[in-house]
């Protein structure tokens, strides 16, 4: 299973992006999928996570500016930023609870999958 995340940049505090990350590979189906965040020097830190379901979850600091969505059918979690700040500069991750075949052992198991991360600066 492979997350590979896209979007990143440079904006100005105000401004807007849009991350995207798709999962490719072999397997059953996508349990959660979410974006955590780490500014250099720091943990990092969970963004925004969604369900199979539809079911959202954002951290306090970024509620009511960034909406995390999914297309299950792309196997594809966005999350929308607006209103950036300059403190929302940091690497962001995509993950994956991915349901899959153990073909050692002949049946699913879920395991949590990283895309590469991709910058994201916010300029004052």
């Known amino acids: 299973v492979q997350l590979q995340a896209s979007g990143g940049g440079l904006v100005q505090a105000g401004g807007s992006l849009r991350l995207s990350c798709v999962a490719s590979g072999s397997f059953f189906s996508i349990n959660d999928m979410g974006w955590y965040r780490q500014a250099p020097g720091k943990k990092r830190e969970l963004v925004a996570v969604i369900t199979s379901g539809g079911s959202e979850n954002y951290a306090d600091s970024v509620k009511g500016r960034i909406t995390i969505s999914r297309d299950n059918a792309k196997n594809t979690v966005y999350l929308q930023m607006n209103s950036l700040k300059p403190e929302d500069t940091s690497v962001y991750y995509c993950?994956?609870?991915?349901?899959?075949?153990?073909?050692?052992?002949?049946?699913?198991?879920?395991?949590?999958?990283w895309g590469q991360g991709t910058q994201v600066t916010v300029s004052s």
């Open positions: 993950n994956a609870n991915v349901r899959a075949l153990n073909r050692e052992d002949n049946v699913l198991v879920d395991d949590d999958y």
